[in-house]
């Protein structure tokens, strides 16, 4: 008898790191992709369309709908942090075009599809999300798991010294998903991220595929890094996705937050004892060494492995 599946969901930026998330989905045989939204953050909205099928494509996924979503945040101009767009650069034309429906459509279709089994992963702002809730509130109650990659819980932000890019993108946004009543809702931030980097011994292992783009793209960073030197190449995506996987690699605190919206602060979370707002399970420690050795095996595996 073969194991349920997991439907999961990912709403990403386009970025190199969400394509290491969508090639590690696309390859674990417990998850059954159900969709791909793009978010502006990263690049602008449609270049992460593209880049989400490029990652696809690297998977051998030639089906998974992408999906276009918000253009830009819903109350603050945009900003992109990569507008140079390096996977464009490197991953080459893609075969397949967006999907005819928008980001929220999909998930909204998802989410009665899947009712109460839906795994959403946000690797991103979080517009389209706080799109789809405005306009359907009972989204919420038919997700069984929401896991978002954003925030600085206890460190400094990457993008501000109080806020995380993808919070910091969309704050808004960040803020009418964290109030929203998801019975299981996982923050991943920096503080944990940061510690899932690379190591020299991984990227010779993966540099050995000399076959795929990723193998090639290791081979180049070891040879522009002094040996002395550990690559900096924090696998920010990737680590939300391992604890979609399996949240027991991770120890949490559990608090419900709020993102600031005014001065300096704009996009910093903070906890709350607003009473209206559930408890969200904030990551404050993982293991890294889990989600290397799952990681290597999704880039490195000819076929999804059974």
């Excluded at 999906?67 to 650069?89: F, M, N, T, V």
């Excluded at 999909?106 to 306009?135: C, E, K, W």
């Amino acid at each position: 008898m073969s194991t349920p599946t997991i439907p999961v969901l990912i709403d990403q930026d386009g970025g190199i790191d969400d394509a290491l998330a969508l090639i590690l989905l696309a390859r674990a045989p417990q998850v059954n992709l159900v969709g791909i939204g793009a978010v502006h953050g990263n690049v602008d909205t449609y270049a992460a369309a593209r880049n989400g099928i490029r990652a696809l494509e690297l998977a051998d996924d030639h089906t998974t709908p992408v999906a276009l979503g918000a253009p830009e945040p819903l109350a603050q101009p945009l900003h992109l942090s990569h507008p140079e767009d390096l996977l464009a650069a490197i991953g080459g034309t893609p075969e397949r075009k967006p999907a005819d429906d928008s980001a929220v459509e999909q998930l909204l279709r998802a989410s009665h599809d899947h009712n109460g089994t839906l795994h959403v992963l946000a690797l991103g702002p979080l517009t389209n999300l706080a799109l789809a809730i405005t306009a359907d509130p009972a989204l919420p109650h038919r997700v069984k798991k929401l896991v978002i990659m954003g925030g600085a819980y206890r460190e400094k932000g990457n993008i501000s010294e109080h806020a995380e890019a993808n919070l910091w993108h969309d704050p808004e946004a960040a803020d009418t998903v964290l109030s929203a009543p998801f019975a299981d809702r996982t923050l991943v931030p920096l503080d944990v991220t940061r510690h899932a980097t690379v190591t020299r011994m991984w990227l010779r292992r993966l540099a050995r595929d000399t076959d795929r783009l990723w193998g090639r793209m290791a081979g180049w960073v070891l040879e522009s890094t002094p040996e002395t030197t550990l690559p900096t190449w924090p696998l920010h995506d990737p680590l939300a996705a391992a604890i979609l996987l399996n949240p027991t690699i991770a120890t949490y605190d559990h608090h419900p937050v709020a993102v600031t919206l005014l001065d300096e602060h704009r996009g910093q979370i903070r906890p709350t004892t607003d009473i209206d707002r559930p408890a969200t399970a904030i990551a404050v420690t993982a293991d890294t060494s889990t989600l290397l050795d799952d990681l290597l095996r999704a880039l490195t595996s000819r076929i999804r492995q059974p």
